[in-house]
């Protein structure tokens, strides 16, 4: 399995960046995609989550309403759209899926500054 973030970025606060994960070697329909971060010095947190076929969607409170993180599956690609992104929302955002969740892609950086 293999998992490729891409997208991210410096932006200021206020602004968007769209954030992208190819998939390859699984069943990608089959299968559910989480997206997670890591802040600076801080644990790697969850923050959004989407079922199978997208039936279910899950968010961290701290992104609730401005991030939201569609799936195209012809495509083999989830997203996770950020908007209204704050200072507080700098850092590696990582994709996993996989059975039990245990693929992870490589990372991609976003810093939110003024």
């Known amino acids: 399995v293999r998992l490729v973030e891409s997208g991210g970025g410096s932006v200021q606060p206020g602004e968007s960046l769209r954030l992208a994960c190819e998939a390859s070697?699984?069943?990608?329909?089959?299968?559910?995609f989480k997206w997670h971060r890591q802040a600076p010095g801080k644990a790697r947190e969850f923050v959004a989550l989407i079922s199978s076929r997208g039936g279910t969607r899950d968010y961290a409170d701290s992104v609730k309403g401005r991030f939201t993180n569609p799936r195209d599956d012809p495509r083999d690609t989830v997203y996770l759209e950020m908007n209204s992104l704050k200072p507080e929302d700098t850092g590696v955002y990582y994709c996993?899926?996989?059975?039990?969740?245990?693929?992870w892609g490589q990372g991609t950086q976003v810093t939110v500054s003024s």
């Open positions: 996993n899926s996989g059975d039990r969740f245990r693929d």
């Open positions: 070697g699984l069943s990608f329909v089959n299968y559910a």
